[in-house]
């Protein structure tokens, strides 16, 4: 499996989460590296909690789109969910799919539903589905736009090592060997 080769050789805890990266990426219809460097930029592969109650792989929220949380047992028992890492990647990528969506509809930035999908409607007027003018900042510069920035420049770095390693494996496959 080339993604786990890709993985092991990127970040030592990543490639116990290659089979449920691979599947989820191909079920929601995202390559796994750029899948794998969300993951990196948001959690540098650990299974935790972050300060501002994201929690996971993806640091998925249990509040997403202005939804009520549940409280007390009931919001301890959602949140310990998100730490099953198909969970938490089939719900991050779920999200992940909709602001793609959304955002090839309402934008035409390739990379800006990264925004959205780090800073939610958050920045977008109640009732509209247009962005402030804040948001219309270049996608890959300042505060919120680093985020898309630093998420590609990770997948570019899987892409590199994908290119050094799979492809001379496949180019000697079809060699015939020689006299060794």
């Known amino acids: 499996m080339w993604l786990l080769i890709v993985l092991r050789l990127f970040n030592p805890l990543a490639p116990v ?7 989820e990426s191909r079920k929601h219809g995202f390559d796994p590296l ?3 460097a969300i993951m990196y930029r948001e959690s540098r592969f650990k299974n935790g909690k972050c300060y501002r ?12 789109n202005g939804s009520r949380t549940c409280k007390g047992t ?11 890492a198909r969970v938490n990647i089939h719900r991050a990528l779920t999200l992940a799919s909709f602001w793609r969506r959304w955002c090839l509809k309402n934008h035409k930035g390739h990379h800006h539903w990264l925004l959205h999908f780090n800073q939610g409607f958050g920045r977008c007027p109640k009732g509209k589905r247009r ?16 985020y898309a920035r630093r998420v590609l420049k990770v997948y570019e770095q899987l892409k590199k090592i994908k290119d050094r390693v ?15």
Do not use: F, N, W
């Not at 989460?17 to 599947?23: D, G």
């Not at 492809?167 to 060699?175: D, L, M, R, S, Y």
């Open 17 to 23: 989460y290659a089979s449920v990266i691979l599947k």
């Open 34 to 36: 750029l899948t794998s």
């Open 53 to 64: 109650g994201s929690h996971g792989l993806l640091q998925v929220q249990l509040k997403v």
């Open 74 to 84: 009931m919001a301890a028992a959602r949140a310990q969910k998100l730490y099953d």
């Open 131 to 146: 962005c402030k003018k804040s948001e219309r900042i270049p996608i890959l510069t300042g505060k919120i736009g680093g």
């Open 166 to 180: 799979v492809t001379p494996v496949a180019h000697q496959i079809g060699k015939p060997r020689g006299d060794v």
